[in-house]
Each structure stands twice: as structure tokens, then as C-alpha cells.
């Protein structure tokens, strides 16, 4: 079965970057589109961006559009998401998703998940 693990949150000043990894095993990884989402404190989980298989079609939520930007390595079996101009707002646990069904931003589309990465924007 696919596995996936997140690394590179943390703590980061408004205005600033993080870089976050979703690193996979165990499975055929080009054969799966991957997402992230983020869960803040007392909110539901949110779609925040995907990639297809081969990596041709992405898609953003409409509060990172602009800012955050993602991208996937086949040959390392990962995929990375850039995030530029960090707000107080994209403050989460990150998850990266695993499914077969495309590109999506709802949750139902995914069936394996990482187990997160705390991002927090503060000064």
C-alpha cells in the first residue's frame, strides 16, 4: 500500500516561505494524483492543491492561488508545494493525499494520507 509523509513545516514569519514534501512508498506512485490539504484548529479540512499523475493539470484553492504553487518528481516519488507570502490565515496541519480519481479538491477524492505537517505563520 502507498505511503506518504510530509515534512518541511514549521514556524515562519507573515510574509514569508516554507517549502513543504510529500515523500512516498510502498506503491506505484505515477499511478496516483496527489493533493494537499490543510486542517486548521475548529475548521473543517480544506482543499488547498492537486496534481495529476503526470503532473500536467494542477489546481488551487482560491485563498493560495498566487502564492503557493505545486509540483511533483516521479523519479523521487515526491511532490512539493512551494508556499510564497505566508499569511496568519495559512496557519494548519498540512496533509498531502493520495487517490486515483484526478485532480481534485474534496477529500472524497483520496483515500491515503500522510499523517501532517504543522505550519504556523506568526511573528
Known amino acids: 500500500q502507498l505511503q506518504l509523509v510530509e515534512s518541511g513545516g514549521g514556524l515562519v514569519q507573515p510574509g514569508g516561505s516554507l517549502r513543504l514534501s510529500c515523500a512516498a512508498s510502498?506503491?506505484?506512485?505515477?499511478?496516483?494524483?496527489i493533493g494537499w490539504f490543510r486542517q486548521a484548529p475548529g475548521k473543517e479540512r480544506e482543499g488547498v492543491s492537486c496534481?495529476?499523475?503526470?503532473?500536467?493539470?494542477?489546481n488551487y484553492g482560491d485563498s493560495v492561488k498566487g502564492r503557493f504553487t505545486i509540483s511533483r518528481d516521479n523519479a523521487k516519488n515526491t511532490v512539493y508545494l512551494q508556499m510564497n507570502s505566508l499569511t496568519p490565515e495559512d496557519t494548519a496541519v498540512y496533509y498531502c493525499?493520495?487517490?486515483?480519481?484526478?485532480?481534485?479538491?474534496?477529500?472524497?477524492?483520496?483515500?491515503?494520507w500522510g499523517q501532517g505537517t504543522q505550519v504556523t505563520v506568526s511573528s
Open positions: 493525499a493520495a487517490g486515483i480519481l484526478g485532480c481534485g479538491l474534496g477529500t472524497k477524492d483520496y483515500n491515503r
Open positions: 510502498g506503491s506505484t506512485f505515477d499511478y496516483y494524483a
Open positions: 496534481i495529476s499523475r503526470s503532473g500536467r493539470i494542477t
